[in-house]
């Protein structure tokens, strides 16, 4: 699937196109490496690109709470599991969102303080 979004929204594309690797899995296999290498003139490796990503937006560190939430609990079914996971996505508020926003530059200042090693104290 996500190969050919890839492909439908660049194929065509009038311009030079970058794409920015954050080490997704779904980013790593043969298939979809394949079709960034034929579409995009430019591939930024993640050693290159946004290690520090998760320090400057934190919404990239919500899906690792979840997990660290619900690991370690025991469930007789998957309808269960899926239940506890819905359940902790929803104490995402609005609010908690918006509140990590408003952190962006913050966070953004210290990485750059910290000569863009990452942060672990915000």
Not at 25 to 42: C, G, H, M
Not at 56 to 79: P, R, Y
Request: glycine share 4%.
């Amino acid at each position: 699937m996500a190969t050919l979004l890839i492909k439908a929204r660049f194929r065509n594309a009038k311009r030079n196109t970058s794409f920015q690797d954050d080490q997704d899995r779904k980013q790593q296999t043969k298939l979809v490496r394949n079709a960034v290498d034929q579409l995009f003139s430019e591939r930024i490796e993640p050693p290159d690109g946004d290690a520090k990503f998760a320090d400057v937006w934190q919404i990239e560190n919500v899906s690792g709470v979840v997990k660290g939430n619900v690991c370690g609990k025991l469930f007789d079914t998957s309808v269960e599991l899926k239940e506890e996971i819905e359940k902790e996505w929803k104490t995402y508020l609005k609010e908690k969102c918006e509140k990590m926003i408003q952190g962006i530059p913050y966070r953004l200042q210290l990485v750059i303080e910290n000569n863009g090693e990452d942060v672990h104290n915000y």
